[in-house]
């Protein structure tokens, strides 16, 4: 729940936890049923995250602390940890979590079932139609056995549309051929403020912007060269800029998650950011010259590469910027060699599931060889606090929350990675839509569920 920061009821009605975090019960709902007409119990459950934890894809490490899981009867499942973990919000997670039918695919292959464009939830709604490439790629249908009922008034199908131009989305929106647009840009969201045709939703999201600056290797090893890097941004001109898109940071923990604080504040002090560069002999006879990269083909970062050139030419470090593909920036970021590794590395983060840990312990845990700490920071002191946080989250959460504090407190004073602004989700849909309540949770998730049609 956004408004309270706590995990609410779905397809679990109740859970505990014992032995101080590591044995976690979960009651199921009863008469629950996959789309495909098989009961969810509680072993099927268990296949589900078994599978999942098996693979060992994508966001699959969030089940790390799980050791066995139970499924004693058809309504409950215990889960034994290997170490203590807030295992509420983790089966909350977005990325993750998935409880889908395993023999949805019969003596076939799941993984090849999935890939035809089909689905085995617990939705409201199933797949209808799905053509690979056309502009109406995926229709989702009414599953009529969902177990939230349909009484009163509901979306039966959503129909989802590939409109790469956002100038179209919006033409779309505006002529009633669209309901619903996930992400705009400030002036096309700023234009449709006054259409009394749409309604517009802007909301502090739980993704950031950060630039990871290179501890490990080339100038800014330099702690004294990051700090004047850090100092040199203007943060505030970063959010004036991009119109109401983003919004400024206050720590690496947004708020509305577990230790965000206003006592990491990113302060831009361009005289401090001279003092530093001269003091460590760099000025008009030794210009310092670092290397950038990027995501090709996002604006928003394009715009704030160009700030962060001047903001640095004015206090005499050139910036020497590249947009790649994601897959070669982050192959160049993970390079073996050290001389092809980049000075500052652009990019976002959002958590796996609503808890900040997925920052710390895939940002700035010591990483031999890298995988996302692309900062490359190696501090054993920040190690032994990250890997107290989910035992403390689970325990004691409070103190969990002064952890997170002094983490952060640690990476703003070794100028590790500049939080350059915390993303707005900036939504507009069709004014009939009603009931629509933006959830930082669960970014790219609309639950039509729960929205109305007006009359």
Known sequence: NPKTGKVEPLLATSWKQTDGGLTWTFVLRKGVKFTTGNPLTAA????????????????????????????????????????????????????AAFIYDTTAAGSGKLGKWFSQGQAAGT????????????????????????????????????????????????????????????????PLFKSLQSDSGVKTSRNSSFQNILAMLNTGSGPLKDKSLRQAVAAAIDYDGIVSVLGGAVGKASGVVPAGLLG??????????????????????????????????????????????????????????TLQAKALA?????????????????????????????????WFVNLYHSAKPPYF?????????????????????????????????????????????????VVNSQRAMAASVQGYVDNPAYQAVVFVHELSPAS
């Open 123 to 186: 939705g409201a709604y199933k797949v209808g139609s799905w053509k690979q490439g056309t502009e109406d790629e995926l229709s989702l249908v009414k599953n009529a056995d969902y177990w939230g009922g349909w009484s009163g008034a509901h979306y039966t199908s959503i129909n989802f549309k590939v409109v790469p131009e956002q100038t179209t989305a919006v033409q779309l929106l505006q002529s009633g051929q669209g309901s619903f647009i996930p992400q705009l840009s400030a």
């Open 44 to 95: 099927a459950a268990k296949a589900a995250i078994e599978r999942t934890i098996s693979l060992n894809g994508g966001a699959a490490y969030i089940w790390d602390p799980v050791k066995t899981i139970d499924a004693p009867d058809e309504s409950t499942l215990v889960f034994h940890l290997k170490y203590a973990a807030p295992l509420d919000l983790i089966v909350s997670s977005a990325y």
């Open 326 to 358: 994601w897959p070669t920036q982050w192959s160049i970021g993970k390079s073996a060699d050290l001389a092809k590794r980049q000075d500052i590395f652009l990019f976002y983060w959002y958590p796996d599931y609503a808890d900040p840990y997925s």
């Open 373 to 421: 700490n692309l900062a490359y920071w190696q501090n054993p002191e920040a190690d032994t606090l990250i890997d107290k946080l989910q035992q403390l989250t689970a325990t004691d959460r409070q103190e969990a929350e002064k952890q997170y504090i002094t983490l952060q407190k640690m990476i703003s004073d070794d100028a590790v990675s500049p939080v350059l602004g």
């Open 260 to 317: 965000n604080t206003d006592s990491v504040q990113p302060t831009t002090d361009v005289e401090r950011a001279k003092t530093l560069l001269r003091d460590a002999g760099h000025g008009d006879a030794k210009k310092l010259n670092l290397s950038l990269t990027y995501a090709a083909g996002d604006p928003q970062l394009e715009t704030i590469v160009t700030l962060m050139k001047s903001n640095l030419s004015a206090v005499g470090i």
